[in-house]
């Protein structure tokens, strides 16, 4: 049987499993909720169990198995930390369990990082070496690839650029505070309950507790004056991390994904301007472009084959 590569996506609501070829093809995919609330024991056991529907019998045949679990991660150690959104997964050493169970090699990934692998691999940062990766969605999370290498810090817990620390009109923030997409939601609320008129309010029928960034940006694609005010600092504000990001990196492209980048060109024009107008000089910005993501929501799948691939992140 030809070498395949297991690629698993471990998710607060959803659990994926897929098989892929050496250029990391899926081959077979299958998907199971995760059920996060009935505890950890009931989650494993579900996760070994769809991890097994797709290895083949011949276990010889797979080169390794990938896994994107949310952070935060040592990658180094295979344990997961404290994920927010699985309750009970305090210091789970997922990647010995996984590889003790198939007897395959396995490897472990925070899921902004192997996304920035995917991105790098397959996707819209594909053919550069230097690539930093955001994606803003529900928070905001990001991978970094230097020279090849996924940047991980010694523990594993680098690469968080969606915590850099601001000053917001006098008290410390962060950009995922401002920007993502909890943000968005909470400062349409804030605007709405002063009185202002948008469209906004008639799409929740009034119920504020109901508006999300997706509403916000629909919104915003019709032309409403206070969800593209509110989508412009958003985007204004992912750009002066991206200027941070910039001094700090130097890379060859930025890369944005995440729900919140749905909104186009109404997010990425004040996030491009914002970042050249911030930088040191131009020569950081330039010749740097910032484009939206390319692999969609098969993006944490094949980063985690990515990481059997290049055996843990590195594809120099």
């Given amino acids: 049987m030809t070498e395949c590569i297991i690629g698993v996506d471990l998710g607060g609501t959803q659990m994926r499993a897929a098989r892929f070829d050496d250029r990391l093809n899926i081959l077979e995919r299958v998907a199971e909720p995760t059920l996060a609330h009935e505890g950890f024991d009931r989650v494993i056991e579900r996760l ?3 991890i097994a529907r797709i ?23 295979g344990v997961i930390v404290l994920p927010p959104n699985l309750p009970g997964w305090n210091n789970v050493p997922l990647r010995k369990i996984i590889q003790e169970h ?3 090699t396995t490897y472990l990934g925070n899921d902004a990082n192997v996304a920035a692998l995917a991105e790098t691999m397959r996707g819209a940062a ?13 928070g905001i999370g990001s991978g970094i690839i230097d020279n090849g290498h996924l940047v991980l810090g010694a523990h594993g817990l680098g690469a968080e650029a969606g915590h850099m620390v601001l000053v917001v009109d006098g008290y410390v923030s962060s950009l995922e505070q401002e920007a993502a997409g909890p943000a968005i939601a909470r400062r349409a ?43 412009t600092y958003a985007g204004r504000m992912v750009g002066l991390g991206i200027a941070n990001l910039l001094h700090l990196f130097n890379p060859q492209v930025i890369v944005v994904g995440g729900g919140v980048t749905k909104t186009g060109e109404l997010l990425f024009a004040p996030m491009r301007e914002a970042a050249r107008q911030h930088v040191l000089d131009p020569a950081y910005s330039e010749h740097v472009p910032i484009v939206p993501a390319a692999l969609g929501g098969n993006v944490a799948l094949i980063g985690a084959a990515a990481l059997v691939s290049t055996q843990g992140g590195s594809y120099v």
């Fill in 126 to 138: 594909k053919g550069y070496r230097y690539v930093v990766y955001l994606t803003v969605s529900t």
């Fill in 189 to 231: 609320v804030a605007r709405l309950e002063t009185g202002e008129v948008s469209v906004i309010r008639d799409r929740v029928d009034g119920d504020l507790s109901a508006i999300t960034a997706k509403i916000v940006g629909q919104a915003a694609a019709d032309g409403d004056t206070l969800a593209i005010e509110l989508i």
């Fill in 102 to 104: 198939f007897g395959i």
């Fill in 48 to 50: 070994l169990a769809v």
């Fill in 55 to 77: 290895v083949p019998d011949d276990c010889e045949s797979v080169q390794g198995i990938g896994v994107s679990a949310p952070g935060p991660i040592d990658p180094h150690s």
